[in-house]
C-alpha cells in the first residue's frame, strides 16, 4: 500500500486495519511505518488504554474508568488517527461527539507523552 494525498486534510494518508495513518510527506519509510504499527497496534491497545484512563486530563473530563470500560468506549469513537513523524514517533488521535483524544508515542507504541483532550 502507498499514501495517497488528502486534499481535505493537506496531508498523505491510508488506512490499514481500521487505523488512519497520515504524514506531511510521501515516503516509503512511512509505508513500512505504518504496516509495521498497524500490525502491533491491537497488541499494545492495552497499554495504550492504561495510559489514557490514567491521565489526569483524562479523568477530569470522562470520570475514572477501567482500562477495560475505556476500550469498550473506543469501540463507539471514529477510527484511530495516526500523524506519522520522524524519529520513529507520531501522534494518536481518538474522537467522540464531543471530544478528541490526543497524545504522543514513541517506538512501537513503547512511549507515550503529551496527552491533551480538546473540543
Not at 488506512?15 to 511505518?33: G, M, P, R, W
Amino acid at each position: 500500500m502507498a499514501f495517497l494525498y488528502d486534499e481535505e486534510n493537506q496531508c498523505f494518508s491510508m488506512e490499514l486495519n481500521k487505523i488512519l495513518f497520515s504524514c506531511e510527506t510521501e515516503c516509503q519509510l512511512f509505508a513500512s511505518v505504518a504496516e509495521r504499527l498497524a500490525k502491533k497496534y491491537k497488541t499494545r491497545l492495552p497499554f495504550i488504554a492504561e495510559y489514557i484512563v490514567g491521565n489526569k486530563e483524562f479523568l477530569e473530563t470522562y470520570g475514572e474508568m477501567s482500562k477495560e470500560d475505556f476500550l469498550i468506549m473506543l469501540e463507539e469513537m471514529t477510527i484511530p488517527w495516526i500523524f506519522l513523524k520522524e524519529n520513529n514517533s507520531g501522534t494518536i488521535a481518538y474522537c467522540d461527539s464531543e471530544y478528541v483524544i490526543e497524545f504522543c508515542f514513541h517506538g512501537d507504541f513503547e512511549e507515550f507523552n503529551d496527552f491533551s483532550i480538546y473540543e
